[in-house]
């Protein structure tokens, strides 16, 4: 399956887990405009087979499918190189961003942990470190960092 970051009523990111529990075996391709770092990061961490930017070649794609159907990996040679300049201090991680998600809802701290079975404390913790990775100062701004950087959206 190939698919893009940005689709119409959902992200390509909510789109891999329904396609897995619908067929675990099923391989994905990212073909993808996107090239700021936190989005890269989050094709990297999504479980996808491969990733080619719409900007390269055709001969690219054809080349991820391949490497693909023999069961490889394939990232195009630019995702390596902003890759390998990544600085991860500052980048979600997946519980992290879990959290962003249940606090984007408008779910209260007592709530979001319920949902994941943790304690409030933990949901805290991981709230102060959205913020401190984000650098916003309130709620209202961390929405605001988090739709600019991709990690929501909102129909």
């Known amino acids: 399956m190939i698919v893009d970051v940005e689709l ?4 390509g990111f909510d789109l891999i887990p329904r396609l897995r529990k619908l067929n675990p075996g099923i391989s994905v391709i990212f073909h993808s405009m996107h090239e700021e770092i936190w989005v890269i ?3 990297m961490n999504s479980g996808a087979d ?5 900007g390269g070649s055709l001969d690219e ?4 499918v391949e490497c693909v159907s023999r069961g490889e990996k394939y990232f195009s040679s630019r ?3 902003y890759c390998k300049g990544m600085d991860d201090s500052n980048l979600l991680t997946s519980r992290e961003i879990e959290v962003l998600r249940f606090i984007g809802d408008g779910l209260k701290t007592s709530e979001i942990a319920d949902r ?8 805290e913790f991981h709230r ?9 100062g309130n709620m209202a701004e961390l929405i605001k ?9 909102f129909p």
């Open 145 to 153: 960092k988090a739709i600019a950087r991709g990690y929501l959206s």
């Open 61 to 64: 794609l054809k080349l991820a």
């Open 50 to 54: 491969a990733i080619v930017l719409k």
């Open 116 to 123: 994941l079975y943790v304690s409030s404390n933990t949901v």
């Open 79 to 81: 995702y390596e190189e």
């Open 128 to 136: 102060k470190q959205i913020l401190r990775k984000l650098g916003a």
């Open 41 to 43: 990061h989050r094709m």
């Open 8 to 11: 119409e009523g959902m992200s």
